[in-house]
Each structure stands twice: as structure tokens, then as C-alpha cells.
């Protein structure tokens, strides 16, 4: 039996309103990718937000499957049957990564930083600079008053209509926009990675 699809985070609505808000965009840019980046990006996001109490749940899973392939090895290893030993081995290091990132992601929780916020911003960006073809910038108007452009209206136009249902923080405001997109900046500078354009 299929499974039935998921339905759309983005409704016609919401992505309607990002084009408006991003306009005008490349006619090289590719509408649908752009789209289908976008909806993986807030479905991924979705799976990160888990709560501490789901994340320990979860590690606590993980290493009972780890100590039942480790005894499940200390098995084979007795009778001596190396193939099978062999097979179990990628699963093992399989376990073991995960419970290392159920781990990173509970310590990152106690160091009060929000590490599934982090990765969507960082998304967010990337999608912007290669899916719909701008630029990691802002601007800053002369005369003062709060940083704009695209990049701005496309993470407000993004995030507006998901509070509160999948983004249970206040919207960034400009300025914090302006100060995520420089991190980027010099997270890619250290990288060696650039905007890429499609």
C-alpha cells in the first residue's frame, strides 16, 4: 500500500507571497526548484524541532539498537563467522553517529543555543543565493532606518505566515537578518564557498 503523500508546508497562498515579496527575480531562475527547495527546507526543519524530552527518547532508542548489534557481534565473533561480522559493522557505525549527533544536538540545547534555528537560517540562505539566483547582501539605507532589500523580504515573507505553527520565535527583525547574512558571509569566506548561480 503507498504511503500517502505529506501534504505542502508552503500553501499557493504563502508561496505566492514570496514571489511578490522577492519580485523581480531572473527569468533564468527555476520557479519549481526554488519551490521544491524551499518546502524540503521547512519540512527538515520541522524534524529538527524536538523537544529535549524527544531527543533523549530518541538517544535513549539508539543506544539500546547499539548494545544489541554490539552483543549481536560479540555472537558472531564467538562462532567465529567473520562475514557476518562484516555486515553488522557499517550498521554499528551507523548507531553510533547517531546517537554522536543526538548527543551534539542535546549539548547545544544545554548551551541555550538553538541549533535547528541555526541550520534553517543557514538553509534559508543558500536556497536564496542558489535557488532564486540573489545575493547574501543587504542595504542599509543611508539617511539610517532598518536594513532592506530582498534578502530581507524573503526571510519575512518566508517565516511571516508559520508563526505560530512550525516557527514558534518572533520574527527576526532587519537588523538581525542583516547580522545572520555577514555570519554567513564569513562561514563561506572560511569555507572557500560562494554564491553559486544556476
Not at 147 to 174: I, N
Amino acid at each position: 500500500m503507498a504511503r500517502k503523500p505529506a501534504p505542502p508546508i508552503l500553501t499557493e497562498d504563502h508561496w505566492q507571497a514570496i514571489l511578490k515579496a522577492v519580485a523581480p527575480l531572473s527569468a533564468a531562475v527555476d520557479i519549481d526548484r526554488a519551490r521544491r527547495d524551499l518546502e524540503d527546507c521547512l519540512r527538515d526543519y520541522a524534524g529538527l524541532r524536538r523537544s529535549p524530552k524527544d531527543l533523549k527518547a530518541a538517544r535513549k532508542e539508539w543506544r539500546q539498537i547499539d548494545k544489541q548489534l554490539a552483543n549481536l557481534a560479540a555472537r558472531y565473533h564467538r562462532l567465529k563467522r567473520q562475514r557476518d561480522l562484516l555486515a553488522l559493522e557499517p550498521l554499528q557505525k551507523w548507531a553510533k553517529a547517531v546517537i554522536e549527533a543526538y548527543d551534539m544536538r542535546l549539548r547545544a540545547r544545554q548551551a541555550r543555543r538553538d541549533p535547528a534555528r541555526e541550520w534553517l537560517f543557514g538553509r534559508l540562505f543558500e536556497i536564496w543565493t542558489n535557488s532564486f539566483g540573489g545575493k547574501l547582501a543587504v542595504t542599509t539605507p543611508p539617511g539610517g532606518g532598518p536594513p532592506r532589500g530582498p534578502l530581507v523580504r524573503f526571510v519575512l515573507a518566508v517565516l511571516t505566515p508559520l508563526t505560530p505553527t512550525l516557527w514558534e520565535h518572533d520574527l527576526p527583525t532587519p537588523h538581525a537578518i542583516r547580522k545572520l547574512a555577514r555570519q554567513e558571509q564569513r562561514r563561506r569566506a572560511a569555507k572557500g564557498t560562494f554564491d553559486l548561480k544556476k
